[in-house]
């Protein structure tokens, strides 16, 4: 099985959110939870590939070149700074609804933040643009320190989630397939 992880933003060209109480930039720790998930899912015997990039032509065909059976992007939210929860955009196919379930049920459990559910946002540019099952996790609100804070307590922790709800949904799909 092959998952592409996609640690949103870019480390040098565009940090995405920030946390400036905390001195925390999103393309940072999107990177370090992808290293993390990418652990867990290859002591699954999955291949993983990590693609983080500020040009998502580039992110979306590596993943579709790569012939990636899912695509996860892995995010951190911000808002205004008492926003919180934790929520899963998909691309609005089945298989990316029910992938999204399946990490959202076990992020919450870990994360026991308010649950902002599954969202379905087909236009957005790595689930539109991909050519396999894709979701986007927005693991929790970074320019919320109570978030942020929960998030750092919880880190190996919410990569097991993330990772175990990406072995459910491959496992219960190749069983319906069978």
Known sequence: MNIYLNPGHDRTLDSGAVNRNLNLRECDLAYELAQLVKTYLERHGMHVVIGQNDDLYLICDEANGWVADYFISIHFNAFN??????????????????????????????????????????????????????????????????????????????????????VQFVRQSEMSAA
Not at 99 to 127: T, Y
Not at 128 to 155: G, I, Q
Request: aromatic fraction near 6%; charged fraction near 25%.
């Open 81 to 166: 700074k008492r926003a919180t929860g934790t929520e899963t955009l998909v691309s609005g196919s089945l298989d990316s609804l029910l992938l999204g379930h399946s990490i959202q049920a076990n992020l919450k459990a870990v994360l026991c933040l308010p649950d902002r559910g599954i969202k379905e946002r087909p236009g957005m540019f790595v689930l539109r643009n991909t050519a396999m099952p894709a979701v986007l996790v927005e693991v929790c609100f970074l320019d919320n320190d109570y978030d942020v804070k929960r998030y750092f307590d919880k880190k190996d922790e919410v990569a097991r989630a993330i990772a175990t709800g990406i």
